[in-house]
């Protein structure tokens, strides 16, 4: 369901979301400068990643975040975790300029260690709840997870929300974790972003509380986004409400 138009004094924020499959391209090469120059070609205010970590031993952040603050302006929101990873369960949300408010790492539930990061930003402008999330390959987990992030917001004091990640859901009816979410969110409708070369499958996704809107929802298909994963990224242009101080 797309959102209603906004009106046009509402503040905007360029935002994206990207599983840059561990910064390993379609030719099979691991770039993490390529993943870089991507996002600078995106030019985001604020965006999530998937796959930024790597999975096993350390968990190790991949890229180089001197060289990417350096390129474009963003730097990773710490989690509350010491250690070499950059996010949590390879989920990082990246931002220009905010203040957090609050953060919680969530455990999902599954075969596969999953999870999801919840932040609230003071933006300045207004204060956003950005959920990053990387949901399991089997649809019956999917569904949990979904719930378990719905179950974690529902606990919080309300906020316009914002979430991002890949969903690994390409399907919205009924039983399906899309139509949980929806409960919550206005959901746009869908982008293909999987595999970049031809994208088919609406894998990655975002979705905003009724109080924020999403426009110019699209995948940023460049032949460098092409190369750099088997994902492409997904850019919007979200309208949040009227501060209130």
Known sequence: ?????????????????????????????????????????????????????????????????????????????????????????GNVILCRDADILDHHRLSLPGLEPRGALITDLDLGHGRLRVVAAHLALLRRFRRAQARAILALLDRLPPLPTLLMGDLNEWKSGPGTPLADLGRHFVLPDPEPSFPTRRPFLSLDRMMATADGYLSDLRAHNTPLARRASDHLPLTARLHLPAHRK
């Open 1 to 89: 369901m797309t959102s209603p138009a906004p009106p046009p004094h509402l503040p905007t924020l360029r935002v994206a979301s990207w599983n840059i499959h561990k910064g390993i391209g379609t030719d099979r090469r691991r770039d993490l400068r390529r993943t870089t120059a991507v996002i600078a070609e995106i030019a985001p205010d604020l965006m999530t990643l998937q796959e930024a970590d790597l999975r096993f031993g350390t968990r190790a952040g991949l890229l180089d975040l001197h060289h990417l603050r350096d390129q474009t302006g963003l730097k990773p929101l710490p989690t509350g975790m010491d250690g070499p990873s950059h996010g949590w369960h």
